[in-house]
């Protein structure tokens, strides 16, 4: 079974720039687009990234995405960090069969 | 603007079931796809059902034969009908097709 694997947590201070990974367990990571969605406590997932790279409307530049083939791995790059951003991180692509697959999450804690 | 507003939740016994529906404005739910994601306490995110533009649903292993997913396109509504739920069914439900999410309703199964 495909799956995604994610750093747990992360942490980093306000203003600074913190990566947050994505590692697909097989195949090519590249086949299928990478979404990545942020949840705040008591809050719905919203879109931060989807396509891969691409940021829905109102999502500010500071959210970027990116795929690294040769480590069959994606990255969210949040710079300028708030304290806002203090949220769970999940990225999500597709199986063989083109089912979602969630990565673990990772909880980022801006400190 | 697109919205997508689920309902249903509550409080239901274990063996009992649950129709959770999620309507959608801006966004006609019977194209391309529409997921039911779901949310345990203390997990992550959970892909529960998947229905195509063509009607052709699938299921997650842990809710295959119990959880029907269907559509009502007159009403522009996504359904999740729930059936013999578990505890282990408690949790946040949202409706989503990238970029958009629902705002979810809680499903808590107890005795």
């Known amino acids: 079974n495909f799956m995604l694997t994610q750093p747990h947590s992360v942490s980093e201070s306000p203003e600074k720039t913190v990566t947050i990974s994505c590692t697909g367990s097989s195949g090519s990571i590249a086949n299928n687009y990478v979404q990545w969605y942020q949840q705040r406590p008591g809050s719905a997932p919203t879109t931060v990234i989807y396509?891969?790279?691409?940021?829905p409307s109102g999502v500010p530049d500071r959210f970027s995405g990116s795929i690294d083939s040769s480590s069959n791995s994606a990255s969210l790059t949040i710079s300028e960090l708030k304290t806002e951003d203090e949220a769970d991180y999940y990225c999500q692509s597709s199986d063989t069969s083109n089912l979602w697959v969630f990565g673990g999450g990772t909880k980022l804690t801006v400190l | 603007e697109v919205r997508l507003v689920e309902s249903g939740g509550g409080l239901v016994q274990p063996g009992g079931s649950q129709r959770l529906s999620c309507v959608g404005s801006?966004?006609?739910?019977?194209?391309?796809?529409m997921y039911w994601v779901r949310r345990a306490p203390g997990k992550g995110l959970e892909w529960v059902s998947l229905i195509y533009s063509d009607g052709k649903s699938y299921y997650a292993d842990s809710v295959k034969g119990r959880f029907t997913i269907s559509r009502d396109n007159s009403k522009n509504t996504l359904y999740l009908q729930m059936n013999s739920l578990r505890a282990e069914d408690t949790a946040v439900y949202y409706c989503t097709r990238t970029p958009y999410w629902g705002q979810g309703t809680l499903v808590t199964v107890s005795s």
């Open positions: 396509e891969d790279k691409r940021r």
């Open positions: 801006g966004l006609t739910v019977s194209s391309n796809y």
